[in-house]
């Protein structure tokens, strides 16, 4: 019974910011790994970048340096900071969860998923 619900999404302007939220509820989220995927249309969902129990990260190519995952496990909480968006990072953003405490990029290997929250970044 975990729910992930993000906040954040918006239009923004190439060359921009955005600081994704993701509050986890109903499980014990200091022990799962975190991660973002994104999908935009006609694309499938890719892997964004994930935390695991103890604050490792992984960060796919087409964001390094740009985007930073954090986390707050006194407020139950992942981020999602962006920056220097580009109309590429167009996509609805999804928060998920593993009842692990390790990191996977694989959508299969997640249990729990958010709605998910439109990212639109113009040129």
């Known amino acids: 019974q975990v729910q992930l619900v993000e906040s954040g999404g918006g239009l923004v302007q190439a060359g921009g910011s955005l600081r994704l939220s993701c509050a986890a509820s109903?499980?014990?989220?200091?022990?799962?790994?975190m991660g973002w995927f994104r999908q935009a249309p006609g694309k499938e969902r890719e892997f964004v970048t994930g935390?695991?129990?103890?604050?490792?990260?992984y960060v796919a190519d087409s964001v390094k340096g740009r985007f930073t995952i954090s986390r707050d496990n006194a407020k139950n909480t992942v981020y999602l900071q962006m920056n220097s968006l580009k109309p590429e990072d167009t996509a609805v953003y999804y928060c998920?969860?593993?009842?692990?405490?390790?990191?996977?990029?694989?959508?299969?290997?997640?249990?729990?998923w958010g709605q998910g929250t439109q990212v639109t970044v113009s040129s």
């Open positions: 935390i695991n129990w103890s604050g490792g990260t």
């Open positions: 109903g499980g014990t989220f200091s022990s799962y790994a």
């Open positions: 998920a969860a593993r009842s692990t405490e390790w990191l996977a990029t694989k959508g299969y290997d997640y249990d729990y």
